[in-house]
């Protein structure tokens, strides 16, 4: 039932054939490396957004170094979750600098075009983040939403829907200066008229999708904590978590910007 078209959830067959564990995880220890985890982000994101700044040309490579190097660690550490003491950190460090640029890039964006956002988008979007997540653990914890057989499907299938769309719009740009307005905040179709609160409204969903993975993620690893999973999937659920949060992460920044552009916010 709880089978995830997320890689880094989607081994609980092999977590439960491990056969009576003495050194189990538990759900302290998950907290604490999802923590450690994000807290490497961050540094790495500060790094990633000075750098984005002192070698601007170079945010084009990093963002798809750093797509490939993020999705080759999820499928490899799907296959090999034993392997995530060591590879979740660097993980959270690549991420942190891909985020990190992707801010400085919303940052200088905003600029340009003479707005700002108080405290900066990477504020903002920590801001969104968080309550994201505090919103999705009181549903999850009152019951009152369940991750049910429907509700993992109708989440897998959107998913793959956006991510589909998100590679043609990124085979797009590879193509054309101008991104797609409905897609990407950072063109000038999407800045106003009928196109920009069509943006903003599809930006909001894939937040809400994004937010949905976290009730699987939060079963996930509960099921898995009581059925006594290995003392390194501690490790291993952290970095699960920590790929929802990017996906939330970088939705928030998205809409922070859209938000901006629309509402003309400035200082």
């Known amino acids: 039932m709880w089978n995830t078209s997320n890689p880094a959830l ?12 003495s050194d189990a995880a538990t759900m302290s220890g998950v907290v604490n490396k999802t923590s450690f985890l994000v807290m490497i982000a961050l540094i790495a994101g500060a790094g990633g957004y000075t750098l984005a700044f002192m ?3 170079a945010i084009m490579i990093s963002f798809i170094a750093s797509l490939i190097i993020g999705l080759g660690f999820t499928f490899y550490l799907a296959g090999n979750p034993e392997a ?5 950190p660097i993980y959270a ?4 600098i891909f985020l990190g640029a992707f801010t400085a ?7 340009r ?6 405290g900066g988008v990477g504020i903002q979007a920590l801001i969104i983040t968080a309550s994201c997540v505090g919103s999705m653990l009181v549903l999850y914890r009152t019951g009152i939403l369940k991750p049910t057989r429907t509700f993992v499907a109708i989440v897998q299938t959107l998913t793959m829907a956006v991510f589909v769309t998100y590679l043609v719009s990124f085979l797009f740009s590879m193509f054309s200066s101008n991104p797609l307005p409905l897609l990407s905040p950072f063109s000038s179709a999407s800045a106003s008229g009928s196109s920009a609160w069509i943006g903003l409204a599809i930006n909001g969903a894939i937040l809400l999708l994004a937010s ?4 699987i993620d939060f079963k996930m690893v509960e099921e898995n904590v009581e059925a006594g999973a290995p003392k390194y999937m501690e490790w ?19 809409l922070v910007v859209r938000l901006a552009v629309i509402f003309g916010s400035s200082d």
């Open 236 to 254: 291993y659920c952290g970095f699960a978590i920590l790929v929802t949060l990017t996906w939330i992460y970088y939705e928030a920044v998205k």
């Open 212 to 215: 949905a993975w976290l009730i």
């Open 55 to 57: 070698f601007p040309s």
């Open 10 to 21: 989607s081994n609980e067959e092999r977590w439960l054939s491990q056969g009576p564990i």
């Open 84 to 88: 995530s003491p060591r590879l979740a």
């Open 105 to 111: 890039v919303a940052d200088a964006y905003l600029g």
């Open 113 to 118: 075009a003479g707005l700002a956002v108080a």
């Open 93 to 96: 460090v690549v991420e942190g």
